[in-house]
C-alpha cells in the first residue's frame, strides 16, 4: 500500500521519479500575495503515528527500488525536529538504498532551526532542499508578502550549506512588474553570488488565483522578462552553479552552469529578442494565467 496523499500534491519536476511522504499538509506561511497554491487548503502537521505506518507499510517489492524521497507539503522540514528526526530514522530504516531525501523549505522553517539541527538532519540524509527565494529585492518580497529579508534568508542558506544541505534555489522572473525589475534582477544576482546555490532554477511569474497582486503590478512584457533574465545572468559571478530555466512558464529554455555557460546562454536569449522583434511581440504582455 502506498502513502496517503490529500490534493493539491506539488513536487519539483526533479523529484518525478521519488516516493513522496506527505508529512505537512499545505503551506506553514500560506499568505503570499502571489501564490494561491494551497490558497484552500490549511496548513496542518500529519500526525508523527501516521506518516510511520505509511512508512511501515511499503510494500516489500518497491523497497529496493527506492533511491529518492521527497517529503511533501510546502515547508516539510517545518516538522518540529525530534519528530522529524524519527521520520528520517525510520526512512533510512525502511529504506537501506536511499540515496537522498529532498523537501521543500521555506523562511519560517529556516528561523526555527539550528545549525547543529540542520546538521542532524542531513546526517540522515537529508540533502537536498528546494527554496522559492523568489526575489532577493526587500520591495518586491514586500509586495509578494513572503517575511524576511534578503539579510536573514541569505545567512540561513549559507549555513544550511555549511552543514552540507544543497539548495535548489527558485527566482521568479516579472515578480516585481516593470518597475521593479532592474533592482530585482540584480539584487537576486547579489544574493546568488554570495550563497552561490548549487542550483538556481527560473520560473516566470504566472498567475495562481490571486487577482490583485497581478493588477497591482505595471505587467512585464515579452521583452522587459528577456531582458531581466539577461540582467540576472550577467551579473551573477558565483561558482558551478547549474541553472535551469525550463519551467513551462518560461519563455526561453535555458540550461547550463554559471558562470561556464554565460555567453551561450545570452547569446540564446538575445536570439529569442531577436525572433520576438521580427514578430513585432516584445511589447506584448504574456497572458499570465493558469488553471487548477
Not at 60 to 74: E, H, K, Q, S, T
Amino acid at each position: 500500500m502506498m502513502p496517503d496523499y490529500t490534493q493539491p500534491l506539488y513536487r519539483p519536476p526533479s523529484e518525478a521519479r521519488s516516493l513522496i511522504f506527505q508529512i505537512t499538509h499545505g503551506c506553514s506561511h500560506n499568505d503570499c500575495t502571489f501564490c494561491g497554491m494551497y490558497l484552500h487548503k490549511p496548513f496542518r502537521l500529519k500526525p508523527l503515528h501516521q506518516v510511520l505506518e505509511e512508512i511501515r507499510r511499503i510494500p516489500a517489492d518497491i523497497v529496493p527500488r527506492v533511491r529518492r524521497i521527497f517529503l511533501a507539503d510546502g515547508d516539510a522540514v517545518i516538522y518540529p525536529q525530534e519528530r522529524l528526526l524519527a521520520i528520517l530514522d525510520a526512512l533510512n530504516a525502511k529504506f537501506p538504498t536511499v540515496q537522498r531525501i529532498s523537501a521543500y523549505v521555506g523562511r519560517k522553517a529556516m528561523a526555527t532551526k539550528t545549525p547543529a539541527e540542520w546538521g542532524q538532519l542531513r546526517q540522515r540524509k537529508l540533502s537536498l532542499l528546494y527554496f522559492g527565494l523568489e526575489s532577493a529585492n526587500d520591495q518586491v518580497t514586500d509586495l509578494m508578502n513572503k517575511g524576511r529579508d534578503a539579510d536573514f534568508t541569505r545567512q540561513q542558506a549559507i549555513t544550511l550549506q555549511e552543514q552540507g544541505i544543497a539548495l535548489s534555489v527558485m527566482v521568479i522572473l516579472g515578480g516585481g512588474g516593470q518597475r521593479l525589475s532592474r533592482e530585482h534582477a540584480l539584487d537576486t544576482a547579489r544574493w546568488a553570488t554570495a550563497v552561490n546555490p548549487r542550483y538556481l532554477s527560473l520560473l516566470t511569474l504566472f498567475l495562481r488565483r490571486k487577482q490583485d497582486f497581478f493588477d497591482s503590478l505595471e505587467p512585464p512584457t515579452l521583452g522587459s522578462l528577456l531582458d531581466e533574465a539577461q540582467l540576472l545572468i550577467e551579473n551573477i559571478d558565483g561558482k558551478n552553479i547549474i541553472f535551469r530555466a525550463n519551467h513551462i512558464s518560461n519563455l526561453v529554455t535555458l540550461s547550463g552552469t554559471l558562470p561556464r555557460d554565460r555567453d551561450r546562454l545570452l547569446q540564446e536569449i538575445a536570439r529569442h529578442r531577436e525572433q520576438l522583434g521580427r514578430q513585432g511581440r516584445l511589447d506584448e504582455v504574456p497572458e499570465f494565467y493558469e488553471e487548477f
